[in-house]
Nanobody, 123 residues
Framework: QVQLVESGGELVQAGASLRLSCAASGRPLYRFAMGWFRQGPGKGREFVAGLSWSGTSTHYSDSVKGRFTISRDNTKNTMYLEMNNMKPEDTAVYYC????????????????WGQGTQVTVSS
C-alpha cells in the first residue's frame, strides 16, 4: 500500500506562483510513476502532469504546458508541482496519483490516490 498526502493548496491571485507537494509513505516512491490530476467546480477529474519513476519522462496537459513543472525527489519520497502564471481556470482540487506504469497513470486509472488539496485562483 502507498499513502499519498498532498499539501500546499491555497488561495492566490491570478499571475501568482504556487508549489504543491505530495508526500508518499508505505513503499519506496522510486517504484512508481507519479502524477497530478485536478477537478474543477462542476467538472470531471482531468490529467495535469505525469512523471516516470526515473524522472526522465514527463507529460503535461495542453492547458498547463509551459506554466507547470512536475518533479520528484525519491530520497524524500516526495513529488512536487510548481505552478506559475496561474489563471482562474486553474481553480480546482488537485490530486496526487501513483501507479506502477506511467501510461496507466495518465489514463486516470492509477492504483493510488491522495485526498486532494484545494487551489483557488482569484481574478
Amino acid at each position: 500500500q502507498v499513502q499519498l498526502v498532498e499539501s500546499g493548496g491555497e488561495l492566490v491571485q491570478a499571475g501568482a506562483s504556487l508549489r504543491l507537494s505530495c508526500a508518499a509513505s508505505g513503499r519506496p516512491l522510486y517504484r512508481f510513476a507519479m502524477g497530478w490530476f485536478r477537478q474543477g467546480p462542476g467538472k470531471g477529474r482531468e490529467f495535469v502532469a505525469g512523471l516516470s519513476w526515473s524522472g526522465t519522462s514527463t507529460h503535461y496537459s495542453d492547458s498547463v504546458k509551459g506554466r507547470f513543472t512536475i518533479s520528484r525527489d525519491n530520497t524524500k519520497n516526495t513529488m512536487y508541482l510548481e505552478m506559475n502564471n496561474m489563471k482562474p481556470e486553474d481553480t480546482a482540487v488537485y490530486y496526487c496519483a501513483a501507479d506502477g506504469r506511467l501510461q496507466t497513470l495518465i489514463s486516470g486509472e492509477s492504483e493510488y490516490w491522495g485526498q486532494g488539496t484545494q487551489v483557488t485562483v482569484s481574478s
